[in-house]
């Protein structure tokens, strides 16, 4: 006889089988490559204009003042990061040429990073932009449905972003928040770059879902971490299961006895 979770876990294994049977344009995973590649487009092409903004710019002395002076392209990371946060989400073509010069070094080198690193990304993005945790903790405590019901709520497919430029959803893998699966992140571009913020909402079910993004766009500030009530932070739901007395010392040997 089955526990209820082993259960669950392993209806939930049938349908990874099931989704990895299927040829992609059977389903809406986008598969790596979509990650990989650049088509030119009319706003993310080499020839648009990008550079850092004057307060931007004093940030990218105070970043590279971190690096010896020649070993500048240690600096990629926080300046892409600096890049993305400017440009509203997202790296254009530009933005990453801009960092290339920079830290003087060939426009691939920095096109490498960008494209390993999924919090970076090279597409618009809404300005609260939904990362579902699609990796196996978080599947199996159901973030297929949790994507499903932001896609239906928004009425967009993954990496669409909505029509009024609000939100869009994307996915990223483990975000160390297992214990509190399924989560997802909400990064969040509403205040620019200075008051951006990467939000965690865990315990997350498809009705809260809904209605944090709901909350979002009234201006509202959903409170981050365990959505669900009867858990403290990550401790167990309806309180502790262990240690609920003085914990028993250990036993300590009189070495002068010995
Ligand atoms: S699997 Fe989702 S946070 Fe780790």
Not at 127 to 146: A, F, K, N, Q, W
Not at 227 to 234: T, V, Y
Request: a neutral charge; charged letters at 20%.
């Amino acid at each position: 006889m089955f526990a209820p979770a082993a259960r669950l876990a392993s209806k939930r294994l049938l349908e990874i089988r099931q989704i990895f049977r299927q040829s992609p344009s059977q389903t809406s995973r986008s598969f790596s490559t979509a990650l990989n590649y650049h088509i030119d487009s009319p706003d993310n092409n080499p020839n648009t204009p990008w550079d850092f903004s004057d307060t931007n710019k004093e940030k990218v002395k105070d970043i590279l003042s971190h690096y010896p002076s020649n070993y500048k392209q240690s600096a990629v990371i926080p300046l892409l990061d600096l890049a993305q946060q400017q440009h509203g989400g997202w790296l254009t073509v530009s933005a990453m040429n801009a960092v290339a010069k920079i830290i003087e070094v060939a426009p691939i080198r920095v096109f490498e990073v960008a494209t390993f690193y999924s919090m970076f990304n090279r597409a618009k993005v809404g300005t609260y932009h939904l990362l579902v945790c699609g990796t196996t903790p978080c599947m199996i405590r159901g973030s297929r449905e949790i994507e499903d019901a932001l896609l239906k709520h928004l009425g967009v497919k993954r990496g669409e972003v909505t029509k009024d430029g609000m939100f869009s959803v994307g996915e990223m893998e483990c975000m160390g928040s297992c214990v509190n699966a399924p989560m997802i992140t909400v990064a969040d571009y509403s205040k620019g770059s200075e008051g951006y913020t990467y939000n965690y909402y865990e315990d997350v079910t498809p009705k809260r879902v809904v209605e944090i993004v709901e909350m979002l766009r009234r201006g509202e500030i959903p409170k981050v971490g365990t959505q669900n009530p009867q858990r403290i932070m990550s401790g167990p739901e309806g309180g502790n299961t262990t240690l609920l007395g003085e914990p028993k010392p250990p036993p300590c040997r009189d070495l002068d006895a010995c």
